[in-house]
Nanobody
Framework: VQLVESGGGLVQPGGSLGLSCVAS????????MGWYRQLPGKQRELVAT???????NYADSVKGRFTISRDNAKNTVYLQMNSLKPEDTAVYYC???????????????WGQGTQVTVSS
């Protein structure tokens, strides 16, 4: 399973940015999908996750500003980020829990990361 992110970049404080991530390869099923982020010198932290049925979970720091969604038919997860703050600056990683075949358990997969910089 490969995850490819797109949509990162530079945005001013208060601005908006959207990320997307497509899963491809040998996929039998995808369970949770989500986004994590990592600041320099810090551990990777949860941003938001979403189940196949659409149940979501957000970090307190992004609630009310970020919205996660997914298109199960396209194996794609999105993250709409509004009211961005300088402290949102990080490398954002796409995540999914997926099974490649019915005979194997789910494994975690990660994208390569995309830089989001919030600065004036």
């Amino acid at each position: 399973v490969q995850l490819v992110e797109s949509g990162g970049g530079l945005v001013q404080p208060g601005g908006s940015l959207g990320l997307s991530c497509v899963a491809s390869g040998s996929i039998f099923s995808i369970n949770a999908m989500g986004w994590y982020r990592q600041l320099p010198g810090k551990q990777r932290e949860l941003v938001a996750t979403i189940t196949p049925s659409g149940s979501t979970n957000y970090a307190d720091s992004v609630k009310g500003r970020f919205t996660i969604s997914r298109d199960n038919a396209k194996n794609t997860v999105y993250l709409q980020m509004n009211s961005l703050k300088p402290e949102d600056t990080a490398v954002y990683y796409c995540y999914c829990s997926a099974r490649e075949r019915i005979s194997v358990p789910s494994s975690a997969y990660w994208g390569q990361g995309t830089q989001v910089t919030v600065s004036s």
